[in-house]
């Protein structure tokens, strides 16, 4: 996602560009609680397997009950990134992840608190506008267990453009 802002002011309502964001950078970026028709709806459009569809399949499962789609709790982690962080960035938006885990399950009625932090860091060679972070997004759930990691990268526009190569 790019962040705009008025033209005549380019970076007034930005908080964080790529130099704000050093490795070891840990933010808190918010919570939610998830919602027990949310789970189905999701989970009936995008991966409708009996244990996402319904309590009753659901206890009859290895999960003993309702559970959010792991891609439900990822959907949920963006959510929260964006309205939490990325709307007051200068993201650009990400070329991938490198690894996603569901450590825990995760049930209606359960609140989320998601957490990130830089691991990576370097300018952009082909951009010198641009930096590159490597970041772990992680999400515990209200008794502090680890239910969702992932690991990826953002590109973010830097506050000041690296000088351009030397002509040779």
């Known amino acids: 996602m790019t962040v705009s ?4 002011h380019p970076q007034q309502h930005i908080k964080y ?32 397997q009996p244990f ?13 009950k309702l559970s959010a789609s792991g891609w439900h709790t990822c959907a949920m982690a963006m959510g929260l990134m964006v309205r939490g962080f ?13 690894k996603v885990k569901w450590l825990k399950p995760v049930y209606p009625g359960d609140t989320l ?20 972070t490597r970041t772990t ?7 502090g267990e680890q239910v ?3 690991d990826g990268y953002g590109m973010f526009r830097r506050r000041t453009p690296a000088p351009p190569p030397p002509a040779g």
């Open 5 to 8: 802002a008025p033209s005549d």
């Open 17 to 48: 560009f790529w130099e704000d964001l050093p490795v070891g950078t840990t933010l808190d970026i918010g919570s939610t609680t998830v919602d027990h028709d949310e789970v189905i709806a999701f989970a009936s459009k995008y991966d409708p």
């Open 52 to 64: 996402h569809l319904s309590d009753e399949a659901a206890a009859k499962s290895i999960f003993g």
């Open 86 to 98: 990325l709307h007051e960035s200068s993201s650009l938006g990400s070329p991938g992840l490198e």
């Open 113 to 132: 608190t998601l957490k990130q932090t830089i691991t990576e860091s370097r300018p952009m060679a082909s951009r010198p506008d641009v930096g590159l």
């Open 137 to 143: 997004w992680d999400m515990f759930n209200q008794h």
């Open 148 to 150: 969702l990691m992932m």
